[in-house]
């Protein structure tokens, strides 16, 4: 028995069937437009969304850590809900949109905002790289 035997939880979700890219089975392409956001590019939104909120904090409440996360949950209702983007998302060309490809939606984008301040639900993710936040709403996060 080695490393390979056993596998490792950082080598992502298992593949699933013929799937040869995430959210294929979805129907949606490879990459490009309509193709779903990978890790990177969903990262370094959460960064710019956390940034622009942590500076909202301090400019207002002192830098509070609760603060921070309750104008982080209203960014993500209000953006997602309105747009189907937070600041971040569009600043990197993604948007949160249901497998049928409409917006969110304001419903769509509290329970998912929620989810997301949960910080674990985000990191369970799927083959299609989709965390419990979009699954539990039958959303994903897009390239456009």
Same mark, same amino acid.
Request: hydrophobic share 45%; charged share 15%; aromatic share 12%.
């Given at each position: ?12 979700? @298992? ?6 890219? @995430? ?5 949606? @392409? +490879? ?27 301090? +400019? ?75 699954? +539990? ?8």
């Amino acid at each position: 028995m080695n490393r390979n035997d056993v596998g490792s939880w950082m080598e992502g979700p @298992p593949p699933s069937g013929n799937q040869d890219w @995430p959210g294929q089975r979805l129907g949606r @392409p +490879a990459d490009g437009p309509g193709s779903l956001a990978r890790f990177g590019p969903r990262a370094g939104a959460l960064l710019i969304d956390w940034v622009l909120c942590s500076l909202i904090s301090a +400019a207002f409440f002192g830098y509070d850590g609760f603060a921070t996360l309750y104008i982080f949950l209203v960014e993500q209702v209000l953006f997602v809900g309105f747009f189907g983007y937070s600041i971040g998302h569009r600043a990197l060309r993604m948007q949160v949109q249901t497998l049928d490809g409409r917006p969110a939606g304001f419903l769509t984008a509290l329970i998912r905002g929620v989810l997301l301040c949960l910080v674990i639900p985000a990191l369970v993710i799927d083959a299609d790289q989709r965390g419990v936040h979009d699954r +539990a709403r039958g959303t994903g996060l897009f390239r456009i």
